[in-house]
T-cell receptor, first 114, second 115 residues
Framework: GESVGLHLPTLSVQEGDNSIINCAYSNSASDYFIWYKQESGKGPQFIIDIRSNMDKRQGQRVTVLLNKTVKHLSLQIAATQPGDSAVYFCAENIPNSGYSTLTFGKGTMLLVSP | NAGVTQTPKFQVLKTGQSMTLQCAQDMNHEYMSWYRQDPGMGLRLIHYSVGAGITDQGEVPNGYNVSRSTTEDFPLRLLSAAPSQTSVYFC??????????????FGQGTRLTVV
């Protein structure tokens, strides 16, 4: 079957470079945001999250920045490694009558060359 | 822990056939959901459940049914398969249906082809 990676924006970097993956979200009421990594043939895996009352959060080699004014989210990966090659999705949590639903972006493919 | 388990991993159906995609989680999560993933479309929500006995529609529910009789299981039924339902299906679960508990844990996916 056709790979989910086709038709996606692609970021190509060299091993050791820093990578920045961007995401525009849609709903100003979204209160929580998550970045996921999806390797070929696998389900998405949680990387890092951020609440809407924060503008920056750091993890191990990853940083998420949130700009609510322009509804923009970015994921920074420091010292990118070949194992970071994957499709990256942002997701926004939209509160809805007490329950929430996650809405995903279309994804960005990251290709890391040794 | 097994986390979220989906079966089968691969399936080929003929147009008009019905089948059930199985999903089970062992984390005692309140919230479960089904997504489909198509090239260039990201993940789209089909149905979700905020607890046993409670289900609701997502963005693309047509052609699919769900039920949630236990906390652990959330099967997705295709009533009469169509080629447009060829996709990769992911089941996910979350600790909570509210706020920051909604981080979703995903299964490995079911790749479905309808011919």
């Amino acid at each position: 079957g056709e790979s989910v990676g086709l038709h996606l924006p692609t970021l190509s970097v060299q091993e050791g470079d820093n990578s920045i993956i961007n995401c525009a979200y849609s709903n100003s009421a979204s209160d929580y945001f998550i970045w996921y990594k999806q390797e070929s043939g696998k389900g998405p895996q949680f990387i890092i999250d951020i609440r809407s009352n924060m503008d920056k959060r750091q993890g191990q080699r990853v940083t998420v920045l949130l700009n609510k004014t322009v509804k923009h989210l970015s994921l920074q990966i420091a010292a990118t490694q070949p194992g970071d090659s994957a499709v990256y999705f942002c997701a926004e949590n939209i509160p809805n009558s007490g329950y929430s639903t996650l809405t995903f972006g279309k994804g960005t493919m990251l290709l890391v060359s040794p | 822990n097994a986390g979220v388990t989906q079966t089968p991993k691969f399936q080929v159906l003929k147009t008009g056939q019905s089948m059930t995609l199985q999903c089970a989680q062992d984390m005692n999560h309140e919230y479960m959901s089904w997504y489909r993933q198509d090239p260039g479309m990201g993940l789209r929500l089909i149905h979700y459940s905020v607890g046993a006995g409670i289900t609701d529609q997502g963005e693309v529910p047509n052609g699919y049914n769900v039920s949630r009789s236990t906390t652990e299981d959330f099967p997705l039924r295709l009533l009469s398969a169509a080629p447009s339902q060829t996709s990769v299906y992911f089941c996910a679960s979350s600790y909570s249906a509210r706020g920051t508990g909604t981080e979703a844990f995903f299964g490995q996916g079911t790749r479905l082809t309808v011919v």
